[in-house]
Each structure stands twice: as structure tokens, then as C-alpha cells.
């Protein structure tokens, strides 16, 4: 199995809402990943999984909490959000360690109204 | 921190000729180059990657050149088809200090039958 697989594919949630994006893998990876993809711009970093830990956070706002509950899944809670947090959400894995290739679930699309 | 230049940001070419896209990058301890590609409402997929004991690698119609003491790498494609038609994404890691890739902005690529 060579696939990252993330829920929900859409979400549109409001400002006072608490939501949950999910992430999951079996490629036994140990690495994992959450990027933020604006309309027409490249993924940018948002948090670094290592061994399950969190191991880098690229100054994102407390409002997106980051969990990763075993090897396999990686969650991310989202709450009173902002409408420019609209984007697409993106979940990736990797072997720890140089020069591996960054597996890209298919997203999830988030609207926040 | 690693900042990724990526040129030109569209490019349209006619189906069989060939495509370039060229970028640059700033931290010289960046050891690991991925290009992913990436269709319409679709995840980022790797297509070809460099490391940096190399110069070049090429796969079918797809090359990759790699000049550190420059610190630019390159993006061939020959025989373009329209299947080719893409986002293309360039970007660079240094992959002793974690796995952080960061992004070039990407470039349209649209090949016309």
C-alpha cells in the first residue's frame, strides 16, 4: 500500500466551529507531515512528525493543533478559524532521514465561511 | 532559512518539443532535490529527485541536472505531450537537519496539441 489517504475530501465549516482533519498511511513511515496549499501557490510547511513526536512547527497559529496519536494516523483539530485559512489541507509521510520521498495524501479542501 | 526561485512561472510550449524550468536555491547545506508535479485539484506527485553527490539523473523523457557550486538545478522535459500539462514543482532539503522541504512558487506548464 503506497497511498496516503486523508477525511474529509471537502469541509466547510464556520468561524466558531471545532473540526478535525485525519490523515492515515500504512507504508510504515515514520514521518509525517500537515502542509497548507493556497490556490495557485506551492505547499508550505505547517508541522514535522518524527517518531510521533512533533519535531517542527513552522510558527502556525494555535487555533490548528496537530496530533499524532500512533505511527499510522495524524490528525489535525481546527478551531475558530479564519476565512483566509481557506485552502487546501494536505497530508504527507516519509521515511525518517535523508533524501526520502514525501508521499502527498489528496488533500482536503477547507472552507471556512 | 532555505529560500527555493523557480523560473518562469508559466511556460507553453508545442506538443514535442522540449520544456525547462530552472531553479535556484540559497542554503548550500541543501543536499536533496524532489520535482513534483502536480495536476488540477490533484496531490503533488514526485516525479524525478536529486541528491547532491550528483549532477544528473534522467528518467525516460525526464531529466534532472543538479550545479551546487551555482546552487541551481534544472527540470528537462523532452518529447512534451499534453498529458504533460501541469504545476511543476521544484524544492530543495537538507536532510541532516530534518525532513523540511521548501517550495519554489511553481511553474504552469501547458503543452498545445
Known amino acids: 500500500d503506497t497511498e496516503v489517504t486523508q477525511t474529509p475530501k471537502h469541509l466547510v465549516m464556520g468561524m466558531t466551529n471545532k473540526k478535525s482533519l485525519k490523515c492515515e498511511q500504512h507504508?510504515?513511515?515514520?514521518?509525517m507531515y500537515w502542509y497548507k496549499q493556497k490556490a495557485k501557490k506551492p505547499p508550505e510547511l505547517m508541522f514535522v512528525?518524527?517518531?510521533?513526536?512533533?519535531?517542527i512547527n513552522e510558527s502556525v497559529p494555535s487555533r490548528f493543533s496537530p496530533e499524532c496519536p500512533n505511527s499510522s494516523l495524524l490528525n489535525l483539530h481546527l478551531h475558530a478559524l479564519q476565512p483566509e485559512d481557506s485552502a487546501l489541507y494536505l497530508c504527507?509521510?516519509?521515511?525518517?532521514?535523508?533524501?526520502?520521498?514525501?508521499?502527498f495524501g489528496p488533500g482536503t479542501r477547507l472552507t471556512v465561511t | 532559512g532555505e529560500n527555493v526561485e523557480q523560473h518562469p512561472s508559466t511556460l507553453s510550449v508545442q506538443e514535442g518539443d522540449s520544456a525547462v524550468i530552472k531553479c535556484t536555491y540559497s542554503?548550500?547545506?541543501?543536499?536533496?532535490f524532489p520535482w513534483y508535479k502536480q495536476e488540477l485539484g490533484k496531490r503533488p506527485q514526485l516525479i524525478i529527485d536529486?541528491?547532491?553527490?550528483?549532477g544528473e539523473k534522467k528518467d525516460q523523457r525526464i531529466a534532472v541536472t543538479l550545479n551546487k557550486t551555482a546552487k541551481h538545478f534544472s527540470l528537462h522535459i523532452t518529447e512534451t505531450q499534453p498529458e504533460d500539462s501541469a504545476v511543476y514543482f521544484c524544492?530543495?532539503?537538507?536532510?541532516?537537519?530534518?525532513?523540511?522541504?521548501?517550495f519554489g512558487g511553481g511553474t504552469r506548464l501547458m503543452v498545445k496539441p
Open positions: 504527507a509521510s516519509s521515511q525518517v532521514g535523508g533524501g526520502d520521498e514525501q508521499y
Open positions: 507504508m510504515g513511515h515514520r514521518a
Open positions: 512528525y518524527s517518531y510521533e513526536k512533533l519535531s
Open positions: 542554503d548550500s547545506a541543501s543536499n536533496y
Open positions: 536529486i541528491r547532491s553527490n550528483v
Open positions: 524544492a530543495a532539503s537538507n536532510n541532516n537537519a530534518g525532513n523540511m522541504l521548501t
